[in-house]
């Protein structure tokens, strides 16, 4: 299958160069250039640029990771944000539908803002962020002009990376090794989600016979706080756990103002449409830190 994918040499976008199980796959790229063999280079935000590449390549599917996913930033650039979360897909998703290309969208658990209660697919946004209201405005864009579409919302990820971009996991991985302390929040709940597993389920949706035609949440199935997650981090790669320590997001009010304590998705769904899943994170890391020893994180250099 023909396959078009924004973001390629960004973190979840280089793992879906790796682990390709045989698509005919085009990764685009915005500033760090790849030496996949089909790369090329998409400012999404050109709308001219982006219809004569989808003319061009006529892909059957656009899996599109490409955007500004960090909070702080979005909010100190509104205007950009904008034009690269909602105008780049919305570009994209118009081209897609002009060659009647399947659009896979990534988005997040934060155009929900703070509950105790889980969110399931048919719950209502209400986003705390501009990144967040980046989000769910392309969404809206999505189901509105795609006749094929999948709205693939995420949580953290971890796993390992390329040289341009570094996994929360691996943050907390290089402190540790250096003996130096990680700070990591103890009140902020996600479902931490291993990158693997998601490629798995993006080419799923990718290749399946029917549209889905909606939104699915992919996620993890342990809703866990950083310094958890850190925890069991040392413990699975056999580090010291005393360099992990508590932090609170409500120290950093500029992130505590956005950020939802609790970003919780209902993955029943998921789990009855899938047959992809999405490891708890005990298993998450005891694989990556096998893909470790044989050798996976240095297969990014080929490319990247």
Sequence with gaps: MRILLTGGSGMLGANLCLLNPGHELY????T???????ALPLDITDPA???????????????????????????QDPEMTHRVNVGG???????AERVGARFVFLSTDVVFGDSEAARDEDSAPNPMSVYGRSKAAAEAIVACVSRDYAIVRISVLYGWSSQYSTSFAEWVLSQLRAGQRASLFADQWRQMTYIPDLVAALYELATRPAPLNGILHVVGPDVVTRHS??????RVFGLPDALVAHASVHDLPALAAISPDRAILDTGKMQRLLHARISPVAEGLRDMRAREAAGYPTRFAAWF
């Design 27 to 30: 990764p685009t790229y915005a």
């Design 32 to 38: 760090h250039a790849t030496r996949h063999p089909n």
């Design 49 to 75: 640029a982006v219809e004569a590449a989808v003319a061009h390549l006529q892909p059957e599917v656009i899996i599109h990771t490409a955007g500004m996913t960090k909070p702080l930033a979005c909010e």
């Design 229 to 234: 997650f850190g925890l069991e981090l040392a």
């Design 89 to 95: 897909t919305k570009y994209l998703v118009e081209a």
